[in-house]
């Protein structure tokens, strides 16, 4: 063991390393890394709203919590929300809420568990038995509530008293949209009975069906896919955000990135007009895993108030995160 004073300095040094390479990979964009140590919380421009711990995928390899951080560290990531998945839909491999909550325990200042509970599971004692369940996830240190991806209709009566109990929780729900979870029709109108259903919850949208709302004249075909080209007005996700303040956006994942870069015009002026209801994501859940999305936020250069808010302020606030 090192005297405690070259431990510290190894330490700030690491630090200072840490930084400066967050710098580079978002392109040495000094407006990007501007403020972007906030007093009370770990360094770092982003907290990142969406990643996975463990073996996600049959053809991938697993990713630890250590390798997690020194991604986060080279990115310039001070946070991170881990996500079980635990429908059959989701994953090749379950990811609990007590594996989360286990991996996480030691970084707790860093990796921010949310818990999860398939629509579908038995439970007993009805509303009050799954609240129960819930304030469980959440007394152990659960923030929220995700990643919602099971194999039901977005509006299946089990999701709404799945929803009802999150919101009474305090927990936001981020979920996953396509044609196989949390399906949907085009312009989300099942989303919308649940908007309305459960307005006290929050809502936080991810995947191919809720990026490719971000269009009018949506087929439903492209529920389950990455659209390419301009964006047509009328998407269903101004419409909902505009009606409805309790639904976020998460940009993580190939469908979050695409949804921006396929039309970076009206990217950049969404990423502006929805600067409160946006939150940064990558998706990250392998080593080595290309993530696109720091050079599109470096190349958009936002305004400052926009970065910050959807970069780590937005999520920090839904989340209840306090400075230590
Ligand atoms: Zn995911």
Same mark, same amino acid.
């Given at each position: 063991?090192?005297?405690?004073? *070259?431990?510290?300095?190894?330490?700030?040094?690491?630090?200072?390393?840490?930084?400066?390479?967050?710098?580079?990979?978002?392109?040495?964009?000094?407006?990007?890394?501007? #403020?972007?140590?906030?007093?009370?919380?770990?360094?770092?421009?982003?907290?990142? /709203?969406?990643?996975?711990?463990?073996?996600?995928?049959?053809?991938?390899?697993?990713?630890?919590?250590?390798?997690?951080?020194? %991604?986060?560290?080279?990115?310039?990531?001070?946070?991170?929300?881990?996500?079980?998945? +635990?429908?059959?839909?989701?994953?090749? @491999?379950?990811?609990?809420? =007590?594996?989360?909550?286990?991996?996480?325990?030691?970084?707790? !200042?860093?990796?921010?568990?949310?818990?999860?509970?398939?629509?579908?599971?038995? @439970?007993?004692?009805?509303?009050?038995?799954? +609240?129960?369940?819930? *304030?469980?996830?959440?007394?152990?240190?659960?923030?929220?509530?995700? !990643?919602? #991806?099971?194999?039901?209709?977005?509006?299946? &009566?089990? $999701?709404?008293?799945?929803?009802?109990?999150?919101?009474?929780?305090?927990?936001?729900?981020?979920?996953?949209? =396509? $044609?196989?979870?949390? %399906?949907?029709?085009?312009?989300?109108?099942?989303? !919308?009975?649940?908007?309305?259903?459960?307005?006290?919850?929050?809502?936080?949208?991810?995947?191919?069906? %809720? %990026?490719?709302?971000?269009?009018?004249? /949506?087929?439903?075909?492209?529920?389950?896919?990455? &659209?390419?080209? &301009?964006?047509? &007005?009328?998407?269903?996700?101004?419409?909902?955000?505009? #009606? @409805?303040?309790?639904?976020?956006? =998460?940009?993580?994942?190939?469908?979050?990135? $695409?949804?921006?870069?396929?039309?970076?015009?009206?990217?950049?002026?969404?990423?502006?007009?929805?600067?409160?209801?946006?939150?940064?994501?990558?998706?990250?859940?392998?080593?080595?895993?290309? /993530?696109?999305?720091?050079?599109?936020?470096?190349?958009? #250069?936002?305004?400052?108030?926009?970065?910050?808010?959807?970069?780590?302020?937005?999520?920090?606030?839904?989340?209840?995160?306090?400075?230590?």
């Amino acid at each position: 063991m090192a005297p405690a004073s *070259k431990r510290s300095e190894r330490a700030s040094r690491r630090r200072f390393l840490c930084q400066a390479g967050a710098a580079v990979a978002v392109g040495m964009g000094s407006v990007l890394h501007a #403020k972007a140590q906030e007093k009370g919380f770990p360094p770092g421009t982003f907290l990142d /709203v969406h990643t996975h711990l463990g073996q996600t995928w049959n053809s991938r390899p697993p990713l630890s919590a250590t390798e997690l951080l020194r %991604w986060m560290d080279a990115h310039g990531v001070a946070q991170a929300v881990v996500l079980p998945l +635990v429908s059959p839909e989701a994953s090749s @491999y379950p990811l609990t809420t =007590d594996f989360v909550l286990r991996v996480t325990r030691e970084h707790r !200042e860093r990796l921010i568990p949310f818990c999860s509970i398939d629509p579908r599971t038995s @439970y007993q004692g009805g509303h009050r038995g799954l +609240v129960g369940m819930l *304030k469980r996830y959440r007394d152990q240190g659960c923030r929220g509530f995700g !990643e919602h #991806k099971p194999g039901v209709a977005i509006d299946d &009566p089990r $999701n709404i008293r799945l929803f009802r109990a999150c919101a009474e929780a305090g927990l936001p729900v981020l979920f996953h949209l =396509d $044609n196989q979870r949390n %399906w949907d029709r085009p312009g989300l109108p099942g989303l !919308e009975k649940v908007l309305r259903a459960v307005p006290d919850c929050i809502f936080i949208g991810h995947g191919p069906g %809720w %990026w490719a709302s971000i269009s009018g004249q /949506v087929t439903q075909k492209e529920l389950q896919s990455y &659209p390419r080209g &301009p964006v047509a &007005p009328g998407g269903a996700i101004d419409r909902l955000m505009e #009606k @409805y303040p309790n639904l976020y956006g =998460d940009l993580s994942a190939g469908s979050g990135h $695409n949804a921006i870069a396929r039309d970076p015009e009206f990217g950049r002026k969404f990423l502006i007009r929805r600067a409160d209801r946006l939150l940064f994501g990558t998706d990250f859940l392998y080593p080595g895993q290309p /993530v696109p999305q720091f050079d599109l936020m470096a190349r958009l #250069k936002l305004p400052e108030d926009v970065q910050r808010r959807i970069f780590r302020d937005n999520a920090r606030q839904l989340l209840g995160l306090k400075k230590s």
